[in-house]
């Protein structure tokens, strides 16, 4: 085991890595308490936060817009995301979809489309997501 206080330096002009962790979280969805959360994990590596979850969602009619609402940190800036794989069979899904994250949500949007995505969307669907951005925390 190599312990050190302080972080790594690379070269005399770089700027120390002095944070990594490695974890779990909790993701929630707007209006939504009970949705499935198969996993949720991160990996931070400085001011980078990487992250993945799989999210069972119930059957729902809801027309609240899709987003879930946590982040393992807050997002600095924009940053991104895909969706990997959904069961959804919404005709909404035969385009693209952006999932844009800001602040400490990811939101799903028809990507050149007519607005975003709703909860009824994904009624019953499994959804995978994998992203990253960039945090002060």
Known sequence: DLYLSGGVKFDTNGEF???YEEGTWSPTLVGLSFATIN???FTKIGNRVL???QVVMPSTSATQVMQILTLPFNANADGG???GYTTS???KLEGAIGLLLQGGSVSF???GGPGA???ADFSGAQIRISGQYMTNS
């Open 17 to 19: 890595l002095d944070s």
């Open 81 to 83: 995301a895909t969706l």
């Open 109 to 111: 949007y028809v990507d």
């Open 89 to 91: 069979s919404s005709s």
């Open 51 to 53: 992250f993945n979850c």
């Open 117 to 119: 995505f709703t909860q």
């Open 39 to 41: 996993s949720a994990t």
